[in-house]
């Protein structure tokens, strides 16, 4: 059983900085992708980011590139997303989700839920003007 759970939500100012974490369970290969995904009140949830386990492979939402920085510690079986220069346009729920594969992976497949197995129950994160 694989289990997912988010950590580090609060409320911050804009411009302010808060890192969410993301405690992974019951993985078993060493190729896994994890990704962010975020849900702001009455809109559809959206990808933020997203790694895959070996190589540093990243990819980012055009409105967090520069700001935020996804990554990975395989050791503690942890997932990391440092949000910085935070915006009240940032404000939702976050949450990661995980899917593991066979073989080292190229690239992550950004934004698509259908692609990942795994979710936690998110963290919400909200930024005042």
């Known amino acids: 059983q694989v289990d997912l759970v988010e950590s580090g939500g609060g409320l911050v100012q804009s411009g302010g900085s808060l890192r969410l974490s993301c405690a992974t369970s019951?993985?078993?290969?060493?190729?896994?992708?994890i990704a962010w995904f975020r849900q702001a009140p009455g809109k559809e949830r959206e990808g933020v980011s997203c790694?895959?386990?070996?190589?540093?492979?990243?990819a980012y939402a055009d409105s967090v590139k520069g700001r935020f920085t996804v990554s990975v510690d395989n050791a503690k079986a942890m997932a990391y997303l440092q949000m910085n220069s935070l915006k009240p346009d940032d404000t939702g729920v976050y949450y990661c989700?995980?899917?593991?594969?066979?073989?080292?992976?190229?690239?992550?497949?950004?934004?698509?839920?259908?692609?990942?197995?795994?979710w936690g129950q998110g963290t919400q994160v909200t930024v005042s003007s």
């Open positions: 790694i895959h386990s070996v190589g540093a492979v990243t």
């Open positions: 019951g993985l078993i290969s060493d190729f896994y992708h």
């Open positions: 989700a995980s899917s593991e594969y066979v073989v080292q992976q190229r690239s992550c497949p950004f934004g698509t839920e259908s692609e990942y197995d795994y």
